[in-house]
């Protein structure tokens, strides 16, 4: 099953969401169509599984870069460069054809919303261990939480075709000193 999901994510990262079909999936698991009929009935449920994957990867990998924060460096500073390089990684890219194939495919998108619920409030859970955090106002923790991680995602589509590096080291440099002046942990 693992290797089907790999496929799967290797596939939509490599081809897109569009022609990521079953017969692609079996050719790179080198599996049948009938063996992976038996895990997963269509093709969204493989979908959704290779989705929640990377939800889960993307979760890993978050943790493991705030982990290795060193002491005394600004875990603020280091929070944002861990979200914009989980953005800009390849394994994004199966969110970012996911969300724009569901915009025209209802029955993708009712499958997709639970599970990007849950990485939103998982994305919430990994933000509050970044210190700092609990000095927000509770009121604004996901609106900032989330607007950060659209922020970085509109970035990484945008350098795809238009990189602008100057822009995006000074807004890095600007959200960073914007967050450290409202937690009262100024960038060092």
């Known amino acids: 099953m693992a ?4 496929a799967t994510i290797e596939s939509i990262t490599e081809v897109g969401y569009g022609r990521t079909t079953i017969r692609e999936i079996c050719r790179r698991a080198e599996v049948s169509q009938g063996a992976l009929l ?3 009935p269509t093709r969204h449920d493989v979908i959704i599984a290779a989705a929640e994957e990377v939800s889960h990867r993307h979760a890993q990998g978050f943790a493991a870069k705030l982990a290795a924060v060193p002491a005394g460096a600004d875990p603020i500073a280091a929070a944002l460069v861990a979200v914009r390089e989980g953005t800009r990684g390849p394994l994004n890219t199966v969110w970012h054809e996911l969300v ?17 619920r849950h990485a939103y409030e998982l994305t919430g859970e990994l933000a509050a ?34 990189p602008m590096p100057e822009i995006e080291e000074q807004r890095l440099r600007l959200l960073t000193g914007m967050l450290g002046a409202i937690t009262g942990k100024p960038a060092s």
């Open 38 to 40: 038996r895990h997963f």
């Open 100 to 116: 724009v194939a569901a915009r025209t495919t209802p029955e993708l998108a009712d499958k997709l919303r639970p599970l990007m």
């Open 3 to 6: 290797r089907i999901v790999d």
């Open 129 to 162: 261990t970044v210190p700092g955090y609990e000095a927000l106002p509770p009121e604004v923790r996901q609106t900032l939480v989330t607007s950060v991680v659209h922020l970085f995602n509109g970035e990484a589509l945008s350098r795809a075709i238009y």
